[in-house]
């Protein structure tokens, strides 16, 4: 299968001669090769409901993937930022970390990330070249079946396996890429299963109510796993503890075993003070903006508790510090530039763009602001446009590359129903959107840019930025 836009869009990579990559840079044209044959693969929007094709390849891989200790975490929205505190957490305790999100925003690196750091090029190329013809073996069982070889999701993670057994990795934190249950990640058995939030999104491939949406996430808990979960409704909470009790797990749960005590905005994030599994750590400060952050924190706080040490022993504190301090979350209330000041978010469903309306008005005091939004077809765009309008009388209404983005047109049509005929202008590209978001801003006081509603409009942004070179 051909690549889709998006992902041509999305495969867009810093030129070989880029001084950051230094030497690495030698071996970009490989990396953009191997790239290419994962495009050739089916997409991420289509995943397949599987998981025996991925564990026959790390099956002839012989098993990289039990090369290490396994954190495993899902959820609807926050799981990438929980990832991420997560693997910061566990860098500042000593350990030699891997981590596995998706998607990339900019280059495709940046999925796999070897002790803080986007795997290399070298590394990207030869743990690829080493799996390979494995691959390959798995891709002709599968064909003489009648089934579709390996898609990009399934060849991606083995891949990903592959290279934090090569690395060698302490502990890898592996982000599911959808639901749980038959996500490829899931031939891995995580020592500490942790969720994040769950709601309502992927539903025709999930379920069309948050319980059974839970039920297939939850199907990422192993026989005598530890469980950590951040606050649920009351269906998704059923159904986590009814898979703990199956598997003989245990559960910990925030707001019982463990919660967030306060937050105060600061320069450049916020402070904040936890109630851990076994202690209490104060006067931490998170250079992420939001409530959402804190309560991501909170969790993988928690989660570290346990992995650690079962939540029975505390964290050094000077750990947490440094965990906290050094955690990043691209695309995620991120200021790429000042002058005027343009914020990304990955916000693509109603809770998500909840979370970046309250995070706005609470730690910013920006007097006006131009948002620039661009939806998905599958995903809520009326309640996304309805959780943004009390932010502001200015859309820039417009679609990134995905051919799954929703027309500029139709989407402006539901922003004039939600926002008002006034407060909406529709644009063709992001380019034009952006640059006149931007000159809207720098005519006035203490204004700003917001660009959000989807991860592929950031990702654009962010590459435009880097290439037009206001990125900070």
């Known amino acids: 299968m051909s690549p889709s836009r998006e ?18 840079a030698l071996f970009q044209p490989q990396a953009d090769a191997v790239y290419a044959e994962l495009l050739s693969r089916v997409g991420e929007a289509n995943p397949r409901p599987r998981l025996d094709a991925t564990r026959r390849a790390v099956e002839l891989l012989g098993d990289p993937h039990r090369a290490y200790p396994i954190i495993h975490i899902t959820g609807t929205n926050g799981k990438t930022s929980t990832s991420r505190i997560t693997e910061s957490i566990l ?12 998607p990339h925003l900019v280059r495709v690196n940046e999925r796999i990330m070897i002790d803080g750091e986007p795997i290399s090029n070298e590394a990207f190329v030869a743990n690829w070249r080493d799996i390979q013809p494995y691959l390959a073996m798995v891709d002709a069982e599968l064909q003489k079946e009648g089934d579709e070889p390996l898609t990009f999701f399934e060849a991606f993670t083995v891949l990903a396996f592959a290279s934090f057994a090569d690395a060698p990795v302490d502990v890898a ?76 797990a245990t559960i910990s749960v925030q707001q019982r075993e463990f919660s967030l005590l306060s937050s105060a905005v600061a320069v450049g994030g916020q402070v904040i003070s936890v109630k851990g599994r076994a202690a209490t750590y104060s006067d931490l400060f998170l250079p992420l903006f939001g409530d959402h952050q804190a309560q991501n924190a909170t969790v993988a706080i928690a989660a570290v508790e346990s992995f650690l040490g079962d939540g029975s ?39 998500g763009a909840q979370a970046v309306a309250s995070a706005m008005g609470q730690f910013f005091t920006f007097e006006e602001i131009a948002i620039v ?25 417009t679609a990134s590359h995905s051919d799954r983005a929703l027309p500029p047109d139709d989407l402006a049509y539901l922003v004039r129903e939600v926002a008002g005929a006034d407060a909406t202008y529709e644009f063709d590209t992001l380019d034009e959107a952006i640059d006149d978001a931007r000159r809207w801003a720098s005519e006035g006081s203490n204004r700003a840019v917001l660009v959000t509603g989807s991860i592929t409009l950031v990702g654009e942004t962010m590459a435009l930025a880097a290439r037009e070179g206001w990125m900070r």
Do not use: C, Y
Request: net charge negative; proline share 5%; no cysteine.
């Open 313 to 351: 022993q505390p964290i050094a504190h000077d750990v947490v510090v440094e965990g906290l301090a050094t955690a990043t979350s691209p695309g995620r209330l991120q200021v790429i530039a000042v002058e005027p000041s343009v914020i990304v978010d990955a916000a693509h469903n109603p809770q």
């Open 373 to 397: 939004v661009g939806v998905l077809e599958d995903k809520d765009s009326e309640h996304i446009i309805e959780a943004l309008a009390p932010l502001s009388r200015r859309f820039h209404v």
């Open 173 to 248: 934190v592996i982000e599911v890429g959808m639901g749980g249950e038959w996500d490829s990640t899931n031939v891995a058995d995580g020592q500490v299963a942790v969720f994040a939030p769950i709601s309502l999104d992927h539903v025709a491939r999930l379920g069309n109510t948050v319980a059974e949406i839970a039920r297939t996430k939850a199907g990422i808990i192993k026989p005598d796993a530890i469980v950590v979960s951040a606050e649920q409704v009351a269906d998704a909470l059923t159904e986590l503890e009814r898979a703990t009790a199956t598997n003989n």
């Open 91 to 102: 860098r500042a305790h000593g350990l030699r970390t891997g981590l596995l999100t998706s």
């Open 7 to 24: 992902q041509e869009q999305m495969s867009k990579e810093p030129l070989t001669d880029d001084p950051e990559l230094g030497d690495d």
